[in-house]
């Protein structure tokens, strides 16, 4: 009786079927690449360079009425306006911490309507949620946000588009501060980022523990005089995304 040392009839049928849907799946998750340090290196406006004697400081995953609020008083005691890149979900339960960011000259941008992981394309959705959430922050500030930055950094090629059709340019980070984990203190969150820290850099913090380890913000807020001190010292102007030179498209 003959035998076969190759794929059986029915193997080579399904590979042939399932090839339109890795290529679909290869195509929607290339772009997220850009979520490791040395691919956003090579791509400097994705990662937030802006001008060298300028650094900016940037907060995700809020508004939380417990824990922004004390970030609003730091940054008023070091005269410092930072950009926040909140969720849609959380602006719509929380009006009043957004108006109060906003009042007090920070600047809000968009990090999705929720935190969730895109692992498959979703395109009409992100679209949606996008618009949505761009929709809710123009609506409480009466300005319509610039900037996006999708939850963990993964820019999927639909998330890029649907930013660019909610009118908001994709912008990510070159330093952080790994302050979401249960172990950062102040000192690893300055460490961390002046570690990845040059001038032109866009730092990465959170201003609440809502997609984080319970209380790390704690860390972050105890870390912030020593970060924004030391870009002073190093003769660096500390501020938000609209004054770092970066290109709005």
Known sequence: MPTSTGPSPVRQAAAVLTRPAAVVAAAHMAPAATWLPAVRRRVPRLAGVGHPSHVAL???????????????????????????????????????????????????????????????????????????????????????????????????????????????????????????????TAASVRSAVAAGLRGGGTVLLHDTDRMSAPDCWRATLDALPGIVNGCRRAGLAVGPLAEHGVPRR
């Open 58 to 184: 940037t907060f995700d995953d809020g508004p939380d009425p417990d824990s922004t609020p004390r970030f609003l008083d730091a940054l008023d005691e070091l005269g410092v306006r930072a950009t926040f890149f909140v969720l849609g979900d959380g602006v719509v339960r929380h009006p009043p911490v957004v108006r109060e960011t906003f009042r007090r000259g920070h600047e809000l941008a968009v990090h999705g309507w929720s935190h969730r992981r895109p692992w498959l394309p979703v395109p009409a959705d992100d679209v949606r949620a996008l618009q949505r959430a761009a929709a809710v922050v123009g609506e409480l500030t009466g300005r319509r946000p610039r900037w996006y930055r999708p939850p963990y950094g993964i820019l999927t090629s639909e998330r890029w588009a649907a930013a660019r059709a909610a009118g908001m340019r994709p912008v990510l980070w070159t330093a952080w501060g790994r302050d979401w984990t249960a172990g950062a």
